[in-house]
């Protein structure tokens, strides 16, 4: 039996999350822009980058909505819109990077193959391929031969805080459910939670509509049935508050809720998280 949905998704709620998800890429490729050029206005982001002013019809004023689109509607920028705006950024402004991240494909409801995924770890920078590889590439070979799952990796992985790193969680959680492991699923999907604050303050594309990729991350990881009852249900006020602590002082210790790495993991005392705490201990008895 595959890794159950602790709440199976409905057939509206896989057409919502697909809609999500292209929210998702929509909104940080407007971030990106919008970064760049000064404003997050649409309207006014069409007369900066494509120096058009609105047309008139039948007496009124109206716009192409074509940036706003990228919002609303998860609509995406074609290769030649990529093109230009890589021209009228001075080369500052790369779409393609934000439109083709892998994680939008992990993303989805029915996870990227074994292959896939494998393809992704080999091309990753070489500080975290040698974390998911036995096979470090010392010797030229360029063979990619993943190690054995521990969790001290995993949480080393958590620890660098690179988008990198929480594109690799969420790839060895996908690995998980493919090969039906509870552990291998559960852990990498909790530290790509506590990771999340970290990324989204990193990174403004990613924070511009951000409760998108929250619900999509909540559908598709934290959304897991596990042995012994045991669940994950995150808490997006955690999110929020750790992104005011950063935004404070982005040299704040937040306690990671998903263990400290040594011989055996450690919590604080939030009682949002007591229930897994409780039973954690069973589930890190099986790696």
Known sequence: MALPFREPPTPEAEKAHAANIARCRGSACFAAIARHFGTDAPNELERRIDRREPYVKDGEKSWSRKYRQWVTKGKLPSDNTCNFIWGRSGRSVDLRRWRDLFLWELLSLTPPSLERIHEEMAAMP???RRKLSAQHDDDGSGRFARCEFERETVLSLRNLRSLDA??????????????????HHYLPAFCAFDMLPW?????????????????????????????????????????????????????????????????????DNDDRFKEFREAVDRIFDAL
Not at 166 to 183: H, K, Q, V, Y
Not at 240 to 250: F, K
Request: net charge neutral; hydrophobic share 40%.
């Open 126 to 128: 070489l500080q975290i």
């Open 166 to 183: 929480f594109t690799a969680l969420l790839c060895l959680s996908r690995e998980g459910e493919i090969i039906n492991a509870d552990p």
């Open 199 to 267: 990324i989204l303050y990193s990174h403004p594309e990613l924070r511009y509509r951000w409760e998108h990729l929250f619900e999509c991350l909540r559908m598709t990881y934290w959304n897991r049935a596990y042995v012994n009852n045991m669940t994950f249900i995150p808490n997006r006020e955690t999110i929020v508050e750790h992104l005011a602590t950063l935004d404070a002082d982005p040299h704040a210790t937040i306690a990671p809720k998903s263990g400290l790495r040594g011989p055996r993991p450690r919590f």
